[in-house]
């Protein structure tokens, strides 16, 4: 086993809060040490094209100027295209287990994982052309690629916008863009949302100029509509776009329309399992699945070295995620007693254009929410785990059962024990199950507790320590 690198802090994720920590905590004199599942710097929001791995692409080249002394910083060690598949406390800090083979101990961590996207199965979602927006994004800015030439987007919550202004701008077609929620009456006069959305004006401004690039293109734009079913023979041929009834258990119209390709999301959901593992407070987040990690002012998890920073704390958007990771960085060092160095923007006023990040996203989200009843769209044979194949029928009878939790949904019928350990279906599975059984979210819990959190040969498994 190659022997560990020592650096101050650890930061996990190289999207914006895992690059503001870096960058914050690299200026107080720390010397860091930053690992990235992606070849090259980004995150999900300024994610770079790549050639291929080793080709000895600059990984920084491609972002914001801000971010780009990361590349070029004495003090920071990056690991990129390497996962982060154990993490661990040890005497003097902490141990990361790299999907390399390589480990990191650090004397204080970032976490700074984001999210992964909120699918709802429907009939035909493991046919090849279906699959997320952020799926499709990251093909068009990973590898310039167009998802495909006639598309459909759909589901729920802002990210549509950009997702389907960028492939329309690429040269696609799309076909509709369809939001299954549809503004509730009365909930814009509701304590906060107005104020919320009002604090914000830069936010609204690009919603906007999304919105008007759709409409120059004369997309239709739907709102109560949703991809209900997709089908074709070897690929999505065509797109079944139903509008909704208010729980979304059935709908009142349809249309098939003809697609190659349906990118459907219902936003996002934390990706929490090393902060699981490293056993920081979460919360519950209100009607949506998963959790998020609960955080102080300076960004501090219940865990003592254990900083969180951007989505896995809460979903509130590329800004937000950056100006906390900022704090977390700054907060880091302190821990690990570094002090000195560049001194960056006063907190107190980081700290004000975070809360008003964070309202605008609060506000946001009570905007939609997901309709007990979208399970109705959802036939036997419908596969609910893709990676296991998992159909509706064998969950809805392990429920019968008597499995009352996800926990024992999976293991009666293997739902999220393959390749993406539920990180695909594992939200769904948490809403369906909860519905089936009458319990809460919190009652039928998550798949997020693994004590390998990404997957890795056994190989390197073998030639580690291990997860002690
Ligand atoms: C698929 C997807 C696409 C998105 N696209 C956009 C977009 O185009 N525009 C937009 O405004 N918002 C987008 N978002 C929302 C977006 O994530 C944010 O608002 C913003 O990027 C959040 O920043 P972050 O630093 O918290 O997380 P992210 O930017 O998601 O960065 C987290 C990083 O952590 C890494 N990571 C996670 N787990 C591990 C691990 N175990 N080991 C090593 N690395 C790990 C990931 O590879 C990722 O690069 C997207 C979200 C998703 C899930």
Known sequence: MTPPLSVDVAVIGGGPAGMAAASAATGLGCRVGLVDSYPLLGGQVHRQAWRRLGAGQDPVAGLPRRFRGLGADPGVRLHLGSSVWHARQVTGGFELLLTTGESVHAGAVVLATGAVELVLPFPGWDLPGAMTPG????????????????????????????????????????????????????????????????????????????????????????????????????????????????????????????????????????????????????????????????????????????????????????????????????????????????????TASVRRRLARQRSFAVALEQLGRIGAGWTAWLEDETPVCRCEETTWAKVRQAVGAGARDLRGVRGLTRAGMGYCQGRVCGPALALAVAGLAGRGLAEVGDLATRSIAWPVPLGTIAHSAGPG
């Open 135 to 346: 799926a499709a994004q990251a093909l068009l800015k990973g590898q310039g690629r167009l998802a495909g030439r006639r598309v459909v987007v759909a589901g729920s919550g802002p990210f549509l916008l950009p997702v389907a202004a960028g492939l329309v701008r690429a040269g696609a077609t799309v076909v509709a863009v369809a939001e299954a929620s549809r503004l509730r009456p009365g909930v814009l006069g509701r304590p906060g949302v107005w104020r919320g959305l009002s604090s914000s004006p830069a936010k609204l401004a690009e919603g906007a100029g999304y919105l008007s690039a759709l409409l120059r293109r004369r997309v239709p734009l739907l709102a109560g509509w949703a991809v209900t079913a997709c089908r074709g023979r070897s690929q999505v041929e065509e797109v079944r776009l139903s509008r909704l009834a208010p729980d979304w258990a059935g709908w009142d119209r349809e249309r098939w329309v003809r697609a190659d390709t349906c990118c459907v999301g219902y936003g996002f959901v934390p990706s929490m399992e090393l902060a699981r593992a490293l056993g920081c407070g979460e919360r519950p987040r209100r009607g949506l699945p998963g959790s998020a990690v609960v955080v102080g002012p300076d960004q501090s998890t219940s865990t003592g070295g254990v900083f969180a920073a951007g989505e896995v704390c809460g979903i509130s958007g590329a800004a937000a995620a950056e100006l906390e990771g900022l704090l977390a960085g700054r907060a880091a060092a302190c821990w690990v007693g570094k002090r000195g160095g560049r001194p960056g923007p006063p």
